[in-house]
Protein backbone atom coordinates (compact mmCIF):
# COMPACT_ATOMS: atom_id res chain seq x y z
CA UNK A 1 0.00 0.00 0.00
CA UNK A 2 0.87 3.42 -0.68
CA UNK A 3 1.97 5.36 2.57
CA UNK A 4 4.48 8.21 3.95
CA UNK A 5 6.29 7.39 7.13
CA UNK A 6 7.76 10.11 9.27
CA UNK A 7 9.63 9.32 11.89
CA UNK A 8 9.68 12.07 14.48
CA UNK A 9 7.18 12.51 15.96
CA UNK A 10 7.82 15.51 18.59
CA UNK A 11 11.07 17.36 18.21
CA UNK A 12 12.23 20.07 20.78
CA UNK A 13 15.04 22.30 19.86
CA UNK A 14 16.54 25.57 21.37
CA UNK A 15 16.68 28.36 19.11
CA UNK A 16 19.78 28.30 16.31
CA UNK A 17 19.77 24.79 16.30
CA UNK A 18 19.79 22.70 12.95
CA UNK A 19 16.97 20.91 12.24
CA UNK A 20 16.00 18.02 10.03
CA UNK A 21 12.80 16.06 9.25
CA UNK A 22 12.43 12.15 7.98
CA UNK A 23 10.09 11.44 5.99
CA UNK A 24 10.05 8.36 3.57
CA UNK A 25 7.03 7.52 0.83
CA UNK A 26 6.53 3.46 -0.52
CA UNK A 27 5.95 3.36 -4.00
CA UNK A 28 9.02 3.26 -6.08
CA UNK A 29 7.23 5.05 -9.02
CA UNK A 30 6.53 8.52 -10.23
CA UNK A 31 5.60 10.66 -6.91
CA UNK A 32 5.36 14.55 -6.63
CA UNK A 33 6.80 15.46 -3.13
CA UNK A 34 5.29 18.02 -0.84
CA UNK A 35 6.35 19.49 2.79
CA UNK A 36 3.34 21.46 4.32
CA UNK A 37 3.75 23.44 7.68
CA UNK A 38 0.71 23.95 10.00
CA UNK A 39 1.01 26.70 12.68
CA UNK A 40 -0.75 26.58 15.30
CA UNK A 41 -4.90 27.01 15.04
CA UNK A 42 -4.39 27.72 11.28
CA UNK A 43 -4.53 25.78 8.32
CA UNK A 44 -1.98 24.02 6.33
CA UNK A 45 0.37 25.66 4.31
CA UNK A 46 2.97 24.31 1.54
CA UNK A 47 6.76 24.65 2.13
CA UNK A 48 8.12 23.51 -0.57
CA UNK A 49 7.70 21.12 -3.20
CA UNK A 50 9.79 18.94 -5.62
CA UNK A 51 8.72 17.67 -9.47
CA UNK A 52 11.42 16.95 -11.16
CA UNK A 53 15.11 18.07 -11.60
CA UNK A 54 17.49 19.33 -8.81
CA UNK A 55 16.83 17.10 -6.18
CA UNK A 56 17.61 19.61 -3.77
CA UNK A 57 14.59 22.31 -3.50
CA UNK A 58 14.61 25.53 -1.34
CA UNK A 59 11.48 26.55 -0.14
CA UNK A 60 9.88 29.74 2.02
CA UNK A 61 11.41 30.75 5.72
CA UNK A 62 15.05 29.26 5.01
CA UNK A 63 13.69 25.59 4.37
CA UNK A 64 15.00 23.39 2.07
CA UNK A 65 14.57 19.22 1.45
CA UNK A 66 16.10 16.83 -0.42
CA UNK A 67 14.91 13.85 -2.53
CA UNK A 68 16.62 10.74 -2.67
CA UNK A 69 14.92 8.28 -4.99
CA UNK A 70 17.52 5.62 -4.12
CA UNK A 71 16.19 5.89 -0.72
CA UNK A 72 12.28 7.14 -1.24
CA UNK A 73 13.38 9.70 1.28
CA UNK A 74 12.58 13.61 1.51
CA UNK A 75 14.10 15.15 4.92
CA UNK A 76 13.28 18.68 5.73
CA UNK A 77 16.29 20.33 6.43
CA UNK A 78 16.74 24.21 8.24
CA UNK A 79 20.32 25.08 9.54
CA UNK A 80 18.84 26.97 12.22
CA UNK A 81 15.67 26.78 13.91
CA UNK A 82 13.83 30.53 14.89
CA UNK A 83 11.08 30.08 17.71
CA UNK A 84 8.64 31.16 15.11
CA UNK A 85 9.32 27.72 13.75
CA UNK A 86 6.98 26.22 16.33
CA UNK A 87 4.32 24.64 14.48
CA UNK A 88 3.56 20.78 12.85
CA UNK A 89 5.23 19.84 9.74
CA UNK A 90 3.39 17.35 7.29
CA UNK A 91 5.45 15.69 4.54
CA UNK A 92 3.18 14.58 1.52
CA UNK A 93 3.35 12.58 -1.81
CA UNK A 94 1.22 12.86 -4.51
CA UNK A 95 0.62 10.22 -7.17
CA UNK A 96 0.17 11.67 -10.41
CA UNK A 97 -0.74 9.20 -12.48
CA UNK A 98 -3.30 7.55 -9.77
CA UNK A 99 -5.69 10.02 -9.97
CA UNK A 100 -3.75 12.73 -8.19
CA UNK A 101 -3.83 10.78 -5.12
CA UNK A 102 -2.50 12.69 -1.96
CA UNK A 103 -0.93 10.80 0.99
CA UNK A 104 0.35 12.65 3.94
CA UNK A 105 2.61 11.86 6.92
CA UNK A 106 1.00 11.88 10.75
CA UNK A 107 3.04 14.69 11.17
CA UNK A 108 6.01 16.24 13.48
CA UNK A 109 5.25 18.61 16.17
CA UNK A 110 8.33 20.88 16.57
CA UNK A 111 8.81 22.70 19.53
CA UNK A 112 11.19 25.58 19.78
CA UNK A 113 12.73 26.59 22.87
CA UNK A 114 13.45 30.24 22.79
CA UNK B 1 -5.51 33.65 2.17
CA UNK B 2 -5.47 30.15 -0.27
CA UNK B 3 -8.62 30.90 -1.76
CA UNK B 4 -10.19 27.49 -0.56
CA UNK B 5 -13.29 28.58 1.47
CA UNK B 6 -14.78 26.62 3.97
CA UNK B 7 -18.30 27.14 6.33
CA UNK B 8 -19.24 26.80 9.16
CA UNK B 9 -15.75 27.39 11.05
CA UNK B 10 -17.09 25.84 14.05
CA UNK B 11 -19.69 23.61 14.94
CA UNK B 12 -21.32 22.46 18.10
CA UNK B 13 -24.04 19.55 17.82
CA UNK B 14 -24.76 16.40 19.51
CA UNK B 15 -24.77 13.18 19.18
CA UNK B 16 -27.09 11.25 16.71
CA UNK B 17 -27.49 14.37 14.64
CA UNK B 18 -26.22 15.27 10.95
CA UNK B 19 -24.17 18.09 9.91
CA UNK B 20 -23.19 19.32 6.15
CA UNK B 21 -19.46 21.22 5.81
CA UNK B 22 -19.69 23.12 2.78
CA UNK B 23 -15.98 23.86 0.75
CA UNK B 24 -15.80 26.37 -2.00
CA UNK B 25 -12.46 25.69 -3.92
CA UNK B 26 -9.96 28.06 -5.27
CA UNK B 27 -11.48 29.86 -8.64
CA UNK B 28 -10.71 27.56 -11.49
CA UNK B 29 -9.52 23.88 -8.78
CA UNK B 30 -11.66 21.17 -10.24
CA UNK B 31 -10.16 18.58 -7.65
CA UNK B 32 -11.72 19.02 -4.01
CA UNK B 33 -10.35 16.90 -1.23
CA UNK B 34 -11.24 16.34 2.05
CA UNK B 35 -9.20 15.89 5.18
CA UNK B 36 -10.06 14.76 9.13
CA UNK B 37 -7.63 16.07 11.43
CA UNK B 38 -8.24 14.53 15.04
CA UNK B 39 -5.78 14.77 18.07
CA UNK B 40 -4.94 11.10 17.82
CA UNK B 41 -5.09 9.87 14.05
CA UNK B 42 -3.52 13.05 12.30
CA UNK B 43 -4.32 14.14 8.48
CA UNK B 44 -6.56 11.40 7.16
CA UNK B 45 -8.15 11.37 4.05
CA UNK B 46 -11.49 11.12 3.54
CA UNK B 47 -12.37 11.43 -0.30
CA UNK B 48 -11.31 12.86 -3.82
CA UNK B 49 -13.26 14.54 -6.60
CA UNK B 50 -12.66 15.52 -9.51
CA UNK B 51 -15.23 18.08 -11.89
CA UNK B 52 -18.25 15.97 -9.98
CA UNK B 53 -16.99 12.85 -10.28
CA UNK B 54 -15.35 10.57 -7.40
CA UNK B 55 -12.06 9.45 -7.91
CA UNK B 56 -10.77 8.35 -4.77
CA UNK B 57 -12.02 7.12 -1.34
CA UNK B 58 -9.58 6.83 1.71
CA UNK B 59 -10.40 6.26 5.37
CA UNK B 60 -14.46 7.82 5.16
CA UNK B 61 -17.16 5.95 7.03
CA UNK B 62 -20.33 4.96 5.52
CA UNK B 63 -22.43 7.42 7.87
CA UNK B 64 -19.97 10.05 5.89
CA UNK B 65 -21.14 11.12 2.42
CA UNK B 66 -19.78 13.97 -0.12
CA UNK B 67 -20.95 15.23 -3.46
CA UNK B 68 -19.09 17.82 -5.44
CA UNK B 69 -21.72 20.23 -7.69
CA UNK B 70 -21.68 21.72 -11.10
CA UNK B 71 -20.62 24.94 -9.27
CA UNK B 72 -17.40 22.88 -7.82
CA UNK B 73 -18.63 23.25 -4.70
CA UNK B 74 -17.90 20.34 -2.60
CA UNK B 75 -19.92 19.32 0.53
CA UNK B 76 -19.19 16.49 3.19
CA UNK B 77 -22.17 14.88 4.92
CA UNK B 78 -21.68 13.68 8.39
CA UNK B 79 -24.83 12.12 10.44
CA UNK B 80 -25.76 9.67 12.75
CA UNK B 81 -22.75 11.79 14.37
CA UNK B 82 -20.64 10.13 17.34
CA UNK B 83 -17.98 11.50 20.06
CA UNK B 84 -15.29 10.24 18.20
CA UNK B 85 -16.45 12.71 15.26
CA UNK B 86 -15.34 15.60 16.72
CA UNK B 87 -12.23 16.63 14.55
CA UNK B 88 -11.20 19.71 12.53
CA UNK B 89 -12.57 18.91 8.64
CA UNK B 90 -10.19 19.93 6.08
CA UNK B 91 -11.00 20.65 2.33
CA UNK B 92 -8.52 21.49 0.11
CA UNK B 93 -8.28 22.03 -4.19
CA UNK B 94 -5.52 21.65 -6.64
CA UNK B 95 -5.73 22.61 -10.46
CA UNK B 96 -5.99 20.86 -13.67
CA UNK B 97 -5.33 17.41 -14.05
CA UNK B 98 -2.23 15.14 -14.73
CA UNK B 99 0.70 16.72 -16.36
CA UNK B 100 -1.58 20.17 -16.17
CA UNK B 101 -1.73 20.27 -12.56
CA UNK B 102 0.60 22.60 -10.53
CA UNK B 103 0.95 20.08 -8.06
CA UNK B 104 0.04 21.40 -4.53
CA UNK B 105 -3.04 20.98 -2.45
CA UNK B 106 -3.99 24.35 -1.49
CA UNK B 107 -6.04 24.68 1.82
CA UNK B 108 -9.09 25.80 3.53
CA UNK B 109 -9.28 27.28 7.06
CA UNK B 110 -10.76 23.89 8.14
CA UNK B 111 -14.70 23.48 9.76
CA UNK B 112 -14.12 22.66 13.47
CA UNK B 113 -16.59 20.17 14.55
CA UNK B 114 -17.21 19.48 18.20
CA UNK B 115 -19.96 16.28 19.56
CA UNK B 116 -20.86 17.11 22.44
Known amino acids: AQSVSQHNHHVILSEAASLELGCNYSYGGTVNLFWYVQYPGQHLQLLLKYFSGDPLVKGIKGFEAEFIKSKFSFNLRKPSVQWSDTAEYFC????????????FGSGTKLNVKP | DSGVTQTPKHLITATGQRVTLRCSPR?????VYWYQQSLDQGLQFLIQ???????AKGNILERFSAQQFPDLHSELNLSSLELGDSALYFC???????????????FGEGSRLTVL
Open chain 2, 49 to 55: YYNGEER
Open chain 2, 92 to 106: ASTAGWGTQNTGELF
Open chain 2, 27 to 31: SGDLS
Open chain 1, 92 to 103: AVKYPYNFNKFY
